[in-house]
């Protein structure tokens, strides 16, 4: 990657409806170019998706929650398990495995109490792998931004 992909993925990752042109005019290059990057950006596989963001709140999804898991258990079957079955979940936004004391954090946006506790039954009370879950109700947002920073030095300078 030189400066100008740098320049690229960072705009993109805040901006990805700009318009070849418009792209072009923010990193100072062509249309053309920015077009022939932006492909192999995504061939790469350093850019993977174009996605606008929305508003949970206003989508009537304003409760979000962190919620950790610990399992007795963490072998590749039952994290395969665990993931189809959380993959299943439309309220579950994000799902990790993690290193540590936990083995997995999960991000969600429910509309009430009502459809958080049915997705926890639904993903924790028959599972005799979990041994616990905690839960976390995000009250304040310090910072929410998905863009990874681009490191110039990934330019060579």
Do not use: W
């Not at 990193?27 to 950006?41: F, I, Q």
């Not at 009430?112 to 993903?123: I, K, P, S």
């Not at 028959?126 to 998905?146: Q, V």
């Amino acid at each position: 990657m030189d400066r100008l992909d740098i320049r690229i993925v960072d705009i993109l990752q805040r901006r990805g409806d700009l318009t070849h042109a418009e792209l072009a005019e923010a990193v100072g290059s062509t249309p053309s170019t920015c077009l022939r990057r932006v492909r192999s950006l995504q061939k790469a596989g350093i850019l993977t998706r174009n996605v606008f963001l929305a508003d949970g709140a206003k989508l009537g999804r304003g409760l979000r929650a962190i919620i950790t898991v610990t399992t007795k258990d963490y072998d590749l079957a039952r994290r395969a398990a665990f993931a189809k079955s959380v993959g299943a979940e439309p309220a579950i936004s994000y799902a990790y495995g993690v290193t540590g004391d936990l083995d997995a954090i999960l991000i969600g946006n429910f509309r009430d109490m009502v459809e958080y506790q049915a997705t926890c039954d639904r993903l924790f009370d028959g599972d005799k792998n979990i041994t616990r879950y905690t839960t976390h109700f995000i009250s304040e947002t310090y910072k929410d931004d998905p863009a990874i920073p681009c490191d110039p030095a990934l330019s060579g300078g």
